[in-house]
C-alpha cells in the first residue's frame, strides 16, 4: 500500500451558497497529500452551481457533476459512496468545516489498523458566523472495536447519537459491503451499526470536526427521510407512507430490516435482530411508547381519510398505514394493535367489495 493512498472525498450539496466556499477551502487546506476531489452539484437553484464551477475551474483535478433535481441526502450519500475507485472514500455535506488535518490524522488510524471500517473525530457546533456553539460531549464518538461483529453492532446500537460520528473516512472495502441505504427515519443508525459488522469503527480525540448549526429535531429529520419528501411530495395526504409519524420506532424498525440482509451467516442475522428491540427499549422506552400512542390517535383520522378515496387507492393507503402499524406493534409490543389492524383489514375489504359491485 502507497505510505498516502488516495482519498476519494465526494462532496454534495444542494443550495448552499452561504456555506460552500469555507467547506471547500477546508478541503484544499488538508494536509493529506493525496486527495480525489469531487463537488456534487444536487439539483441546486441558487447561486450554488457558480461556486462550485469557478472552484472546478480554479482547481482543474476537481472534478463537478450535476444533477438536475434535488435527490435529498440518502440519494446523495450514496452516490458519494459509490463515486470513485480509491481504497478510502469520505462523504461530505456541504455546510460542515474540516479542521486541515482531519484527514491527515483520521487516515492515520486507519492504516495502523487494517481491520477499522472507519475512522471520524470529535466535533463542535458552529454558528452561522463561525462562532462555537458548543463542545460535543465525548459520547458523541464512537468506538466499536474487537473481533466479534455482534459486539460491535451493539456498541453502536446503544451509542449512536449523531454527528460527528458519522462523518469520517471510510474503508470501501466495508462500504461496498452495505446494503442499499434505505428511505428511514435513523438511516444513519442503521448504516453505521451494519458497517460495524464489517469493520471497527474508532475516532480521533481531537476536534478537527466543526457542524455547522448542529442537529435538526427528530420529526423534521423523520420527514426529510422519506422518498416523498424528497420528491417534493406532500406527506400529509392518504396515499403518503406514514413511517414519518414515528421516527424512533421506525429507525429501530430499520434494523430489521437491514440485518435481514446483512452480509453476515444466517445465525448472526438472527441475533442481530433478536437484539433490536431490547436495545432500543432501554435507550428510548418512554419516548417509543409516547410514538406508539401518538400514532394510535392518528389512526381514526387517517382511517376516515382511506374511506373517501378512490376504491383503487385504497389498498396501497391501506398498506401504508399497516406498515407503520407494524412496526409499532413489533417494537412496542405491549401497545396492542391488534382491533386496528383488523379494522383497516376490514376498510380496505368493504371498499374493494364495494367497487366490485359497483362494476357489475
Known amino acids: 500500500m502507497p505510505v498516502h493512498p ?9 443550495d448552499g451558497e452561504a ?3 469555507p467547506v471547500i477551502e477546508s478541503l484544499l487546506a488538508q494536509t493529506w497529500p493525496n486527495l480525489s476531489i469531487t463537488l456534487f452539484d444536487d439539483g441546486s437553484t441558487d447561486g450554488t452551481a457558480t461556486i462550485l464551477a469557478d472552484y472546478a475551474a480554479q482547481f482543474p483535478a476537481m472534478r463537478l457533476r450535476r444533477a ?3 435527490g435529498g441526502a440518502v440519494a446523495a450519500f450514496q452516490r458519494a459512496f459509490w463515486s470513485g475507485e480509491a481504497e478510502f472514500v469520505m462523504p461530505k455535506s456541504g455546510d460542515d468545516v474540516l479542521a486541515p488535518d482531519f484527514i491527515e490524522k483520521t487516515m492515520a488510524i486507519l492504516l495502523e489498523h487494517p481491520e477499522c471500517a472507519m475512522c471520524h473525530a470529535a466535533g463542535l457546533v458552529i454558528e452561522g458566523d463561525g462562532k462555537v456553539r458548543e463542545i460535543y460531549p465525548p459520547a458523541h464518538r464512537l468506538l466499536a472495536t474487537g473481533a466479534d ?3 460491535r453492532a451493539l456498541v453502536v446500537m446503544h451509542s449512536y447519537t449523531s454527528a460527528p460520528s458519522f462523518w469520517g473516512v471510510y474503508r470501501r472495502s466495508a462500504v461496498d459491503r452495505l446494503a442499499p441505504i434505505l428511505y428511514r427515519a435513523g438511516w444513519d443508525h442503521v448504516l453505521l451499526a451494519e458497517l460495524a459488522l464489517y469493520g471497527e469503527i474508532r475516532h480521533v480525540r481531537e476536534i478537527l470536526y466543526w ?3 448542529g442537529g435538526r429535531p427528530v420529526h423534521e429529520l423523520a420527514r426529510r427521510a422519506t422518498l416523498a419528501a424528497n420528491r417534493r411530495l406532500s406527506l400529509g395526504g392518504p396515499l403518503a407512507e406514514q413511517r414519518w409519524r414515528t ?4 429507525t429501530a424498525y430499520a434494523h430489521f430490516e437491514t440485518f435481514a440482509v446483512a452480509r453476515v451467516d444466517a445465525t448472526l442475522r438472527g441475533r442481530l435482530m433478536g437484539a433490536v428491540p431490547e436495545v432500543f427499549r432501554a435507550r428510548w422506552e418512554p419516548m417509543l411508547l409516547a410514538e406508539a400512542r401518538a400514532l394510535r390517535r392518528a389512526l381514526p383520522e387517517l382511517f376516515s381519510a382511506i374511506d373517501r378515496i378512490d376504491a383503487a387507492l385504497v389498498p396501497w393507503a391501506a398498506a401504508q398505514v399497516a406498515e407503520s402499524v407494524r412496526q409499532a406493534q413489533a417494537i412496542v409490543p405491549e401497545e396492542d394493535f391488534s382491533a386496528a389492524l383488523s379494522e383497516l383489514a376490514m376498510l380496505n375489504g368493504r371498499r374493494v367489495q364495494s367497487a366490485r359491485v359497483a362494476a357489475v
Do not use: K, M, Q, Y
Not at 488516495?6 to 444542494?14: E, G, K, M
Not at 421516527?247 to 421506525?250: K, V
Open 6 to 14: 488516495l482519498v476519494d472525498v465526494n462532496l454534495f450539496v444542494c
Open 19 to 21: 456555506t460552500i466556499g
Open 68 to 70: 438536475s433535481c434535488n
Open 149 to 151: 461483529p455482534f459486539e
Open 211 to 213: 457542524r455547522r448549526d
Open 247 to 250: 421516527p424512533l420506532i421506525t
